[in-house]
């Protein structure tokens, strides 16, 4: 996912046009994520981009998956 490129459109403010890296371990395969096109290992972490606006539920998405969040950083967009 950190693959991904960063495409800012115009926007009311400059947080909306914001994106954030979670690192995230321990997340196990529930209800609540069997609809990814992916399995996940408990044992690994994984990064998930958070545009601004959504990281509050995000990081409640995350905890009812029983995931910890091991670090969080901006998104550098490059240009």
């Known amino acids: ?3 991904k490129s960063l495409i800012v459109g115009s ?3 400059p ?3 914001r994106t954030f890296v979670y690192e995230v371990t321990g997340l196990w395969q529930n209800e609540e994520n069997k609809k990814n096109s992916y399995p996940l ?3 690994s972490s994984i990064f998930i981009q958070v ?5 509050n539920e995000e990081m409640q ?3 009812r998956m029983g995931g910890k969040i091991v670090s ?7 240009t």
């Open 51 to 55: 545009p601004y606006s959504q990281m």
């Open 15 to 17: 947080s909306e046009s």
């Open 41 to 43: 290992r408990k044992s």
């Open 11 to 13: 926007s009311n403010s």
């Open 72 to 78: 969080i950083r901006p998104l550098m967009a490059t």
């Open 61 to 63: 998405r995350i905890t």
């Open 1 to 3: 996912m950190l693959g």
